[in-house]
Structure formats: structure tokens, C-alpha cells
């Protein structure tokens, strides 16, 4: 779907062998403006100062894949149509 778009992905890692830790995740926080998190078919939208790194995780206690930092908004978790919108 990036390539497709044009998108270029500026840093790839997978997250079971290089899962993030939450010292990344804080770091990738303060970065954003805004977090978008994919729970299956529902969004949800907030600024970073009102999400934690728990928002970011899913039910296994493991950070929400894919993670897509794109100027002030992370999305975190698939969403095709958000991450649509992201790109554009």
C-alpha cells in the first residue's frame, strides 16, 4: 500500500525480533502532535499529551504493529483506510 502511494519508509524493523521498548515508545510520543490508535474497525483519536504507552499496546501487553510516524500524527495499529488518509 506505501509503495503504491509513493510513500517511502524512512526506518523498518520487525517487532519480534526487535520489539520496541518503552523508552522508544515515550520518545515517539513526545515527537507526535497527534495519536491515532487502530482497535480493529474503531479509531481512536487523541493528542499525545492525552495518551500513554498503554494506549499503544495491545491485549498481549506487546505494542500495536504497525507503528507509522508521518510529520506530528502516529498511527499505531492497521487501519486501511487511516493509514489511506495518512499517506495521501
Given at each position: 500500500?506505501?509503495?503504491?502511494?509513493?510513500?517511502?519508509?524512512?526506518?523498518e524493523r520487525?517487532?519480534r525480533?526487535?520489539?520496541?521498548?518503552?523508552a522508544?515508545?515515550?520518545?515517539?510520543?513526545?515527537a507526535?502532535?497527534?495519536?491515532?490508535?487502530?482497535?480493529?474497525?474503531?479509531?481512536?483519536?487523541m493528542?499525545?499529551?492525552?495518551a500513554?504507552t498503554g494506549?499503544l499496546k495491545?491485549?498481549?501487553?506487546?505494542?500495536?504493529?504497525p507503528?507509522i510516524?508521518?510529520?506530528g500524527t502516529l498511527l499505531?495499529?492497521?487501519?486501511?483506510?487511516?493509514?489511506?488518509?495518512?499517506?495521501?
Amino acid at each position: 500500500m506505501l509503495e503504491s502511494r509513493g510513500a517511502a519508509v524512512a526506518e523498518e524493523r520487525s517487532s519480534r525480533k526487535a520489539p520496541l521498548s518503552d523508552a522508544e515508545a515515550e520518545a515517539l510520543l513526545a515527537a507526535a502532535d497527534t495519536v491515532i490508535v487502530a482497535r480493529g474497525k474503531r479509531l481512536t483519536i487523541m493528542t499525545a499529551d492525552e495518551a500513554s504507552t498503554g494506549d499503544l499496546k495491545g491485549p498481549t501487553g506487546n505494542y500495536r504493529a504497525p507503528m507509522i510516524r508521518k510529520g506530528g500524527t502516529l498511527l499505531v495499529g492497521f487501519h486501511a483506510e487511516a493509514l489511506s488518509d495518512l499517506v495521501a
